[in-house]
């Protein structure tokens, strides 16, 4: 099943929310800053993402900048710093059983569904 990490704030995201309703019949929409994935789901999630943890870190967000920014973390620190502050999350993040993305841009989308 195909599951998108959502933020609806987001217009990268609502747009790639919009072609998943147009292209697949069964799919959770996970609302991850109402809902945050747990560490070991963020920890699997960042796996299927073949990325480095910082690699899914939105750099520019006020919260990194002023709390986290060139200080020397390990990965399991960026995840847990990404599990209390979801926000942080790179989105949207589409899911295909043991695969994943980064949903931008939609062409990327379109080669894992």
Sequence with gaps: MIQIYHNSRCSKSRACLA?????VPDFEIINYL???P?????????????????ALVRQKEKIWIENFKNQDLSDD???QIMVL??????????????????????EKVQDLI
């Design 19 to 23: 072609f998943i309703e147009k292209t």
């Design 77 to 79: 620190e960026i995840i």
């Design 34 to 36: 109402q809902t945050p």
């Design 85 to 106: 502050n979801p926000i942080l999350i790179e989105r949207p993040i589409v899911i295909n059983n043991t695969k994943a993305i980064i949903g931008r841009p939609l």
């Design 38 to 54: 747990t560490f070991e789901e963020l920890k699997l999630i960042i796996e299927k993402l073949a990325i480095k943890p910082f």
